[in-house]
């Protein structure tokens, strides 16, 4: 007697009171939220709290140096600047990833190229990275998808070989760790977002490392409108030396970051545990692919990724559609799920139509006039283009939810697997998976 799916009429396995929000605020956010309240300080780029979380995420992740910014993309667009990208350079990064990995790019005049991903991790193939490299390449950006570490080692050895810098893009991977080594300590800089969603949240705000005090003093002038300092006074003298932006965090997110940093490797420990008891679960069902993580990675879980393939579930079904399906039924089961990327970043109508600054064809055409061409088509990422069509985020994984909740998810996922025909059946209802906004705070 086949069970009625919630889809089709039936009770569904989980309710949205199962689930709790993310970020978790306790009394650390509040005790240090009023320091900054009761110290009257609220901005500034040598201010308390803001210096505070400089020196503890340097000594949390062994970086010499740590910046504070006003989000990861900040982050990383003044890492370009720092090590002198400028116009009509390329800059590589993954094809599977947040457009702000590729966005910082345009910000600095220069022009993104994509490389597609591994099958396995989803993270740039290094196997493909040496095929994008032109003469006009100046950096690799390396994104550690979903809380998993790239595979560094080939990352430098291609890049130091042809003269590039690294800059790795960890906004997802806080504390994630590749052979030992923490993420963002690897590439000459590393580069983490603070926003509401990531596994170190202060509301919105980024954190920029390096060992190079070269860079670090770069970063500091980017990050003030390039406005110099006197050595002797230690005060502004309004004379820019330098290309520069405004991109100084402030005091509330900093406190913040700190109080949530007290806690990071502690609810880091929770995504992982979540994650790896999904991962024991799922895979007993044919047809669910968990996300991998290699043997010498940390993987911290900002995403759990799951794909699904219709041949191993022993149904005839195209394989974007069976995703729908599954999904639309899972989410009608209680259960949060939905896509994040829902196209390769180059597939993204910015790339096709090429439209920057002012509606103009720049930077592209600052290549362009020399007879260089930019081409961004999907199917130049097939792989990244299948994972996008087969991929869900299973939502929730992060602390408090504990294993209780993560029992009602493979429970969902049981129910859905035993009853495909009825999932299939219902692949065109208009119905819209995803995390609600108040999952993470944002509601
Ligand atoms: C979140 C994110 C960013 C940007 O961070 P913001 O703080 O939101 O600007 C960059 N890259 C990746 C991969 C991200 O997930």
């Not at 405004?246 to 806690?263: K, S, V």
């Amino acid at each position: 007697m086949p069970e009625k799916l919630a889809i089709s009429g039936g009770t569904p396995v989980l309710q949205r009171s199962d689930y709790q929000n993310w970020p978790i605020i306790t009394d650390d956010d509040r005790r240090l939220v009023n320091e900054v309240l009761d110290s009257g300080i609220l901005a500034g780029g040598t201010a308390p709290q803001v210096t505070a979380l400089e020196r503890e995420w340097a000594a949390y992740t062994g970086a010499k140096h740590c910046l504070t910014t006003t989000s990861g993309t900040a982050a990383l667009h003044m890492a370009l600047a720092a090590v002198g990208v400028g116009p009509g350079d390329e800059v590589i990064t993954s094809a599977f990833t947040f457009l702000a990995s590729a966005s910082c790019a345009l910000h600095q005049n220069a022009i993104p190229v994509f490389v597609d991903i591994d099958p396995r991790t989803y993270n740039m193939d290094p196997g493909k990275l040496e095929a994008a490299i032109t003469e006009r390449t100046k950096a690799v950006i390396p994104v550690h998808i979903q809380g998993l570490p790239a595979d560094m080692d080939p990352i430098m050895e291609i890049a130091r070989k042809h003269g590039l810098f690294v800059i790795e893009d960890a906004c997802q991977a806080h504390g994630a760790m590749y052979k030992g080594r923490m993420v963002g300590t690897i590439g000459d800089i590393g580069t983490f977002s603070l926003n509401n969603y990531k596994n170190l949240p202060g509301g919105e705000g980024g954190l920029f490392i390096t060992d190079n005090e070269v860079y670090l003093k770069k970063g500091m002038l980017i990050r003030c409108f390039g406005d110099e300092i006197d050595e002797v006074s230690h005060r502004r003298i309004y004379n820019a030396s330098i290309l520069g932006y405004m991109y100084r965090n402030q005091e509330l997110p900093a406190a913040l970051a700190r109080a949530q940093l007290m806690h990071l490797d502690e609810r880091n420990n929770v995504r992982i545990a979540n994650a790896n008891f999904l991962t024991q679960e799922l895979s007993k069902i044919p047809g669910v692919i968990p996300p991998y993580c290699p043997p010498e990675c940390k993987h911290v879980y900002f995403f759990y990724n799951v794909r699904f393939d219709p041949e191993a579930a022993g149904v005839e079904c195209e394989p974007r559609r069976f995703r729908i399906a599954v999904e639309k039924a899972l989410y009608k089961e209680g259960a949060l799920v939905g896509q994040w990327q829902t196209m390769p970043v180059p597939a993204q109508d910015i790339f096709q139509s090429k439209l920057g600054y002012g509606g103009s064809h720049y930077p592209w055409a600052l290549n362009e006039a020399k007879g260089i061409t930019y081409e961004y088509r999907a199917d130049d990422y097939p792989v990244a283009k299948e994972l996008c069509d087969t991929y869900t985020i299973v939502h929730g994984i992060h602390a408090p939810n504990g294993i209780e909740l993560m029992k009602k998810i493979v429970q969902a996922f049981h129910k859905v697997f035993a009853n495909l025909g009825q999932a299939l059946d219902h692949a065109d209802d208009p119905i819209y998976p995803g995390a609600d906004g108040k999952l993470y705070g944002a509601g």
